[in-house]
């Protein structure tokens, strides 16, 4: 493998950590979990890359796609429900990094916990939309609708979580 | 609350970050671990070579059984007066050790029709370099031949009948082959002559008795095989 391409992915690396983190985070049970499955994207995403460079035209979205993919296979293996209580949060995850000690940490906890309950789509562009601010374009062209659909299921998707927080008592103002 | 605060609480969970200590080292982990995959390959090929040294003496016997193998093999396709064709006669002799003894006349007959055939491939292909030790060698087939010529079967007959026609052959591409001939007529000679003899003590019939004097023209005119035929065919 040529320095070029350690470069591009270290790049690559550098730009989507992040985002590929939070997006399993918000998924999952535990920061160790999700660091497991953001690290497994990337080393997936490498492998790929290597055997057919040509396949990936769009390394962010692929990248999501990975993810996405990882977690799935994650409950399914594990035969875990993807419903995540408080209380599970609280148990896993006892220790937030020091990058969530920035933002209110009930916050990320009450977030964390009622987007368990809502669709996997509906998690999906809350994160996508309102957590990375992506444009609808590019949403349009993570979920492979238009812009219009997106709009209405990024609709739908806030409804439900707004519903899940509020039948759970809300956040502490 | 409102959906301007969710999306305002939502906003805030960009805060949400891995451990940098966390970032840092998975990024190094993944480029070393790609690394070692690309080191891996050529190890297991220095492995492979240092196989081959540790094993030099194993790898050197079964280098030099397999160049024997080959050899030998490849002197099959050998012609007389080639470098490798004394290998073929030593697999030929080889051979011949487990020949049994009734077989033996047939296994010889095959060796001279094995020279003629080399002696004519020599002879269409103007060969000159090795028309000489094909001509010996089928001299020297056919006298091992005569040596073990004894009784007369259809196998026989029908060696017999291939080598006259292969000497004819040989002879209108201009080859005289001498003294293999002449020792193999005076053994087929002979043999013709003692089953005359044989034939001639029984009681035959009178049908039998003109194909005798058939077998006894063809032995007069030196034509063998068909008198050989002709035996066979009054024996049985």
Same mark, same amino acid.
């Given at each position: 493998?040529?320095?070029?391409?350690?470069?591009?992915?270290?790049?690559?690396?550098?730009?989507?950590?992040?985002?590929?983190?939070?997006?399993?985070?918000?998924?999952? +049970?535990?920061? &160790?979990? $999700?660091? %497991?499955?953001?690290?497994?994207?990337? #080393?997936?995403?490498?492998?790929?890359?290597? *055997? /057919?460079?040509?396949?990936?035209?769009?390394?962010?979205?692929?990248?999501?796609?990975?993810?996405?993919?990882?977690?799935?296979?994650?409950?399914?293996?594990?035969?875990?429900?993807?419903?995540?209580?408080?209380?599970?949060?609280?148990?896993?995850?006892?220790?937030? +990094?020091?990058? &969530?000690? $920035?933002? %209110?940490?009930?916050?990320?906890?009450? #977030?964390?916990?009622?987007?368990?309950?809502? *669709? /996997?789509?509906?998690?999906?562009?809350?994160?996508?939309?309102?957590?990375?601010?992506?444009?609808?374009?590019?949403?349009?062209?993570?979920?492979?609708?238009?812009?219009?659909?997106?709009?209405?299921?990024?609709?739908?998707?806030?409804?439900?979580?707004?519903?899940?927080?509020?039948?759970?008592?809300?956040?502490?103002? | 609350?409102?959906?301007?605060?969710?999306?305002?609480?939502?906003?805030?969970?960009?805060?949400?970050?891995?451990?940098?200590?966390?970032?840092?080292?998975?990024?190094?982990?993944?480029?070393?671990?790609?690394?070692?995959?690309?080191?891996?390959?050529?190890?297991?090929?220095?492995?492979?070579?240092?196989?081959?040294?540790?094993?030099?003496?194993?790898?050197?016997?079964?280098?030099?059984?397999?160049?024997?193998?080959?050899?030998?093999?490849?002197?099959?396709?050998?012609?007389?007066?080639?470098?490798?064709?004394?290998?073929?006669?030593?697999?030929?002799?080889?051979?011949?050790?487990?020949?049994?003894?009734?077989?033996?006349?047939?296994?010889?007959?095959?060796?001279?029709?094995?020279?003629?055939?080399?002696?004519?491939?020599?002879?269409?292909?103007?060969?000159?370099?090795?028309?000489?030790?094909?001509?010996?060698?089928?001299?020297?087939?056919?006298?091992?031949?005569?040596?073990?010529?004894?009784?007369?079967?259809?196998?026989?007959?029908?060696?017999?009948?291939?080598?006259?026609?292969?000497?004819?052959?040989?002879?209108?591409?201009?080859?005289?082959?001498?003294?293999?001939?002449?020792?193999?007529?005076?053994?087929?000679?002979?043999?013709?002559?003692?089953?005359?003899?044989?034939?001639?003590?029984?009681?035959?019939?009178?049908?039998?008795?003109?194909?005798?004097?058939?077998?006894?023209?063809?032995?007069?005119?030196?034509?063998?095989?068909?008198?050989?035929?002709?035996?066979?065919?009054?024996?049985?």
């Amino acid at each position: 493998m040529s320095d070029n391409f350690r470069e591009n992915f270290s790049q690559l690396y550098d730009k989507y950590i992040d985002k590929i983190y939070r997006f399993v985070y918000f998924k999952v +049970s535990s920061q &160790e979990i $999700a660091e %497991d499955l953001t690290s497994e994207a990337f #080393i997936r995403y490498w492998d790929s890359v290597k *055997k /057919d460079p040509s396949r990936i035209d769009n390394a962010q979205a692929f990248l999501y796609q990975i993810a996405r993919n990882l977690v799935t296979d994650h409950y399914r293996d594990k035969g875990r429900s993807q419903t995540v209580s408080t209380d599970d949060i609280y148990m896993a995850d006892p220790r937030p +990094s020091i990058e &969530e000690k $920035a933002c %209110d940490i009930s916050d990320v906890e009450m #977030i964390k916990a009622n987007m368990a309950n809502i *669709k /996997d789509d509906y998690k999906d562009v809350i994160i996508w939309r309102y957590v990375e601010e992506l444009p609808m374009s590019e949403i349009a062209e993570l979920t492979g609708k238009s812009e219009g659909a997106v709009r209405v299921l990024i609709h739908r998707a806030l409804k439900s979580l707004r519903n899940e927080i509020e039948n759970k008592g809300g956040f502490e103002v | 609350m409102t959906e301007k605060d969710l999306i305002k609480k939502l906003q805030g969970m960009k805060e949400v970050k891995p451990s940098k200590d966390w970032v840092v080292l998975t990024k190094q982990r993944i480029l070393e671990e790609q690394q070692e995959v690309k080191y891996s390959r050529f190890n297991e090929y220095i492995a492979v070579f240092k196989a081959v040294l540790y094993h030099k003496y194993a790898f050197a016997s079964l280098v030099a059984v397999a160049v024997v193998i080959g050899t030998f093999g490849f002197s099959l396709n050998s012609m007389p007066g080639d470098k490798l064709f004394t290998l073929k006669k030593i697999t030929e002799n080889s051979r011949a050790v487990f020949v049994s003894e009734e077989n033996q006349v047939r296994y010889d007959l095959n060796l001279v029709n094995k020279r003629l055939d080399d002696l004519t491939a020599i002879a269409e292909s103007n060969s000159v370099r090795n028309l000489a030790s094909a001509i010996e060698e089928t001299q020297s087939s056919a006298a091992k031949a005569a040596d073990s010529l004894r009784e007369v079967d259809e196998d026989i007959v029908a060696q017999v009948r291939e080598i006259e026609e292969k000497t004819d052959k040989i002879k209108a591409l201009g080859v005289e082959i001498g003294d293999s001939e002449k020792e193999l007529n005076t053994a087929l000679s002979k043999l013709v002559e003692n089953q005359i003899q044989s034939l001639e003590e029984k009681s035959l019939t009178e049908e039998q008795e003109d194909k005798l004097e058939e077998i006894k023209a063809d032995y007069e005119a030196e034509n063998y095989s068909s008198a050989l035929e002709k035996i066979l065919l009054l024996s049985q």
